[in-house]
């Protein structure tokens, strides 16, 4: 029996795929960058009973979120049922060089995820969906929130350090003292 390729998916399996498998996928590692399971996972491979004690969630719901993204690469599961770094969750570390862990959590958030879930909003009228739902501009909702204040600037940080190198490889900026 030949290997399925992607050309002998039906275009609707694929489409569902992409919805829902995206979907989760984002929603789990968002769970998992909130955690910090990428930071306790550092030291060594963990069940997810021992994770969850360590966060204080419950151990089956987080079982699953785990599965799902070992499914996907994002965390290995051995014979023994603990979970190791991969290369993909590798980012999720607060202290990579290369971290996505804070925008992750910030992709996750309520008040972000809310605003990216009204994006029919934006196409319709032109207009910023995050005022729409929290009646109020980003800005605005970040003065009055300083917890949330600190989840985006922390994704903000994440994505700069992501970004200079390239910015700095691409523009010359030796004239200028």
């Known amino acids: 029996m030949s290997p399925t390729t ?24 968002s769970v998992a960058a909130k955690l910090g399971i990428a930071d306790l996972l550092q030291t060594g491979a963990k069940t997810a ?19 799902a993204l070992a499914s996907a690469g994002i965390f290995a599961e051995d014979e023994a049922g603990r979970f190791h770094l991969t290369p ?5 570390c607060t202290d990579a060089p290369d971290s996505w862990r804070a925008f992750a959590n910030m992709l996750g958030s ?9 994006l029919f909003y934006s196409v319709q009228t032109g207009q910023p969906a995050f005022d729409h739902v929290h009646g109020k501009s980003l800005r605005a909702y970040l003065t009055e929130n300083p917890d949330q204040a600190r989840v985006f600037n922390d994704a903000m ?9 390239a910015i700095l490889a691409a523009y010359d900026f030796s004239d200028i003292t």
């Not at 940080?157 to 200079?164: E, L």
């Open 49 to 67: 009973e021992v994770l969850a004690q360590e966060t204080e969630v419950h151990a089956p719901s987080l079982y699953r979120v785990l599965r």
């Open 110 to 118: 309520d008040w972000a995820y809310r605003a990216y879930g009204d």
């Open 157 to 165: 940080t994440n994505t700069s350090q992501s970004s200079a190198p």
């Open 88 to 92: 993909l969750a590798e980012p999720l």
């Open 6 to 29: 992607v050309q002998d998916i039906p275009p609707s399996a694929q489409l569902l795929h992409m919805m829902f498998d995206s979907f989760i996928l984002s929603r789990a590692i």
